[in-house]
């Protein structure tokens, strides 16, 4: 027996480049109105905050530039183009 408590909370997913883009991603698409805020459940639209998020994102191709795998690099070039065509689509 372990002199511990076992936790109920589920485990933390890894420390990623992949999932950090991912949070990025998500984050920008709750601000695009593309997505519901999990807490409201409510889907609203901030354009000056999806602007943030994808202007986030060209930061971190620009600072990891040449030191990503050819997967880390594919997924932020697409994540970025499918943002951008979004929020022109409604800006």
């Known amino acids: 027996m372990?002199?511990?408590p076992e936790s109920t909370e589920p485990a933390a997913p890894p420390a990623t480049f992949e999932f950090?883009?991912?949070?990025?991603?998500?984050?920008?698409?709750?601000?695009?109105?593309?997505i519901p805020n999990p807490i409201t459940k409510q889907s609203l639209r901030n354009p000056a905050t999806a602007?943030?998020?994808?202007?986030?994102?060209?930061?971190?191709e620009r600072k990891t530039a040449g030191n990503?795998?050819?997967e880390e690099r594919h997924q932020l070039e697409e994540i970025q183009h499918q943002l951008r065509m979004m929020f022109l689509e409604n800006p």
């Open 20 to 34: 950090l883009v991912h949070t990025l991603f998500t984050q920008a698409l709750m601000a695009l109105g593309r």
């Open 68 to 70: 990503l795998t050819t």
């Open 51 to 60: 602007k943030h998020f994808i202007d986030t994102l060209a930061m971190l």
């Open 2 to 4: 372990s002199d511990t």
